[in-house]
């Protein structure tokens, strides 16, 4: 490390010739506007166009500019670790070459890490944030990539951005498997950290060349995130495991909920004779109840920081949360049987799954919300 820079500012190249010169006079202005010691570090893949020559052309200027090219394992991800590896400050950012990620926001990055971050994320998902000239299906495919990482970072809107700054510990001596693009993911799911923030920011479509997204990639995504799950239940430390641990809890009193609901309706109605409709109605009230109980005290009743809500209104959001998870898992129910002619217990299986995952979700981040 060398304390002669603040921040290390890495850009993966691929074929941006068009862009690169431009982009790199940006962001050293910006620097140095801010008064920030910056290093910029490009990673290149052995381009064949004019990015190289453009920042050799560069290099001679700006002695906090530096080029490393690639000449093996060539992908986005992998640059950007040997990126980590070679940067010398002790915060590191990473930004496209192609200007979809606005520049102008690198001292907010740096600002966030310093008054105590260990990540901040350009979010697109986050009110002032968005992304502009992306086709349907980019955006559709984009969109399903993020839910996708969603299930491991619930409290991150934007876990696949590109756009992000890490303090040096986070990643040093992380194991990290990079490949495709969501570099990001793997940071957060290997990287040793606490606190997260987002930055709203708008993406825009590239100012010049063409797009590397190759359909292989979406495949490696999938392969990450499943290496993720298995790198936090095999290590039983870091963020996706705290996150599997609590969806584990919440499992386990939902099944809690449906000893009680069964049992109360078989003592209700063969012990006291009541007619097993009422019996049924008291029952589910109760195991609602139940599971509202357990999850207040251990699930989320665990988790430090303030709660946003009293007593009355976590009661009440719970049985409205629950209504609604039964309604979705007997939507899917319908719709899987009517339509698709699916087996009405392969059916309902989709169903409780897709109605637990809203209960999870919906319940962690509006009924326990904390912060
Ligand atoms: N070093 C390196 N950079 C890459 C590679 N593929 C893409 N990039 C860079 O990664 C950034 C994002 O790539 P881009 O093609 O714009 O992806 P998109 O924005 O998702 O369409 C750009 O700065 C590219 O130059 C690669 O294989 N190696
Ligand atoms: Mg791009």
Redesign the pocket.
Known sequence: MDPEYDLTVI??????GENIASLIGTIDGILSGAGIRGEILV???SSPDGTIPAVRALEAKLPNLRLVV?TAD???S??VVEGFSLARAPVFLVI???F?HPPGLIPRFLDEIRSGADVAIGSRYIPGGGSEGWPLW?RIISRGATLLGRILFPEITDPVS?FFAVRREVVAGAPLRPRG?KILMEVLGKGTWRRAVEIPFVFRE?KA?????RAGTMLDYLRQVFDIARFALTRRQGAVWTELEKAFWFAAVGCSGIVVNMGLLWILTRFFGIYYLVSSIIAIEVSILNNFAWNDRWTFGRDTGHLHRSLAKRIGLFHAVSVGGAAINWLILLALTQFAGVFYLVSNLAGILAGFVWNYLVNRNVTWKRG
């Open positions: 850009i993966p190249t691929y074929r941006e990673v290149d893949d690639r060539p992908g986005l992998q640059s496209d070459a192609d979809s980019r590109g693009y590239r060349g063409s797009s590397k997204l």
